[in-house]
């Protein structure tokens, strides 16, 4: 059975940048052809499709976020990672990690989702 | 790049049908069959009900449907149970290797 599970700091400060892994277990996040994404949720707020890469590395990211995404893999460690620059109080939110179902289809929904963790933006 | 409209809050009796729509542009939703819908219990993680406009995972009551006409998407429930009350989000592919969410709908069981 996939699991994902993300860890990173919980607290960042303000114009610093955000940094969190999900570590996948269950599958390999280099031999099939799935989409692994970030998507976040503001506390009391709906979800946002932070950005996903391909299986290959290549990355998508959404525009409203413009330069500040960077979404990478290391085969090695079989994770993924998101970074996040710039950060302000805006993007306070829990952040999860996810996976499309049935592979090879970007927005054909997440079908595999990580615990989701918190993070806190200070000033 | 928008979010996709949905209703804030819907609500429906046991044993009832309810559906939640899902409106968006013919640059996602109309042009694209890749639709889903994400149900979310109160401080739980979201789990996928419906993917690829109409489709069901596996573990997914029959009781819940997804369809599409031209740029709206519909979440339909039928036989409402309690276990229902959740918040149900649409998504959609939006083109150029984009994706979007809508703003979510309350569902509460009467």
């Known amino acids: 059975q996939l699991q994902l599970q993300e860890s990173g700091p919980g607290l960042v400060k303000s114009s610093e940048t955000l940094s969190l892994t999900c570590s996948v277990s269950g599958g390999s996040i280099s031999r099939s052809s799935h989409y692994w994404g970030w998507i976040r949720q503001p506390p009391g707020k709906g979800l946002e499709w932070i950005g996903s890469?391909?299986?290959?590395?290549?990355?998508y990211n959404n525009p409203s976020l413009k330069s500040r995404v960077t979404i990478s893999l290391d085969t090695s460690k079989n994770h993924f990672s998101l970074k996040l620059s710039s950060v302000t109080a805006a993007d306070t939110a829990v952040y999860y990690c996810a996976r499309d179902l049935t592979g090879g289809i970007l927005g054909g929904g997440f079908g595999y989702w990580g615990q989701g963790t918190l993070v806190t933006v200070s000033s | 790049q928008s979010a996709l409209t949905q209703p804030r809050s819907v609500s429906g009796s046991p044993g009832q049908s309810v559906t939640i729509s899902c409106s968006g542009t013919?640059?996602?939703?109309?042009?694209?069959?890749?639709v889903s819908w994400h149900q979310q219990h109160p401080d739980k993680v979201p789990k996928l009900m419906i993917y690829?406009?109409?489709k069901r995972p596996s573990g997914v009551p029959d009781r819940f449907s997804g369809s599409k006409s031209g740029n709206t998407a519909s979440l339909t429930i039928s036989g409402l149970q309690a276990e229902d009350e959740a918040d149900y989000y649409c998504?959609?592919?939006?083109?150029?290797?984009?994706?979007?969410f809508g703003g979510g709908t309350r569902l509460t069981v009467l």
């Open positions: 890469i391909y299986y290959t590395g290549s990355t």
């Open positions: 690829d406009v109409s």
């Open positions: 013919s640059s996602d939703i109309g042009g694209y069959n890749y």
């Open positions: 998504c959609s592919y939006a083109g150029s290797y984009t994706v979007v």
